[in-house]
Nanobody, 116 residues
Framework: QVQLVESGGGLVQAGGSLRLSCAAS????????MGWYRQAPGNQRELVAT???????NYADSVKGRFTISRDGAKNTVYLQMNNLKPEDTAVYYC??????????WGQGTLVTVSS
């Protein structure tokens, strides 16, 4: 089993920054990749960024150049540095882990609100 705990959400003004953290615990050796997704009210959950075990990253076009995903293997933690935040970034952000290439695990979500 793997458990994910997110932190770092909150209220920020447009143009500001936030850093989200996702700490994984349990059978972390089974994790192949981790990522961040978000869901705004009335919208489907969408990919924000992913990072593989080897460190390869992938970003949604809407956040490229503003968000950076990174990981600390020793702490089993993935970060999402969000800069130049926009009101349209407002959403619940969920941490995701892929185990054994097929099993998905989700965190409980953390709310990010960007005011204009």
């Amino acid at each position: 089993q793997v458990q994910l705990v997110e932190s770092g959400g909150g209220l920020v003004q447009a143009g500001g920054s936030l850093r989200l953290s996702c700490a994984a615990s349990g059978s972390t050796f089974s994790i192949n990749a981790m990522g961040w997704y978000r869901q705004a009210p009335g919208n489907q959950r969408e990919l924000v960024a992913t990072i593989s075990k080897s460190g390869s990253t992938n970003y949604a076009d809407s956040v490229k150049g503003r968000f950076t995903i990174s990981r600390d293997g020793a702490k089993n933690t993935v970060y999402l540095q969000m800069n130049n935040l926009k009101p349209e970034d407002t959403a619940v952000y969920y941490c995701n882990a892929i185990r054994y290439a097929t099993l998905e695990v989700w965190g409980q979500g953390t709310l990010v609100t960007v005011s204009s």
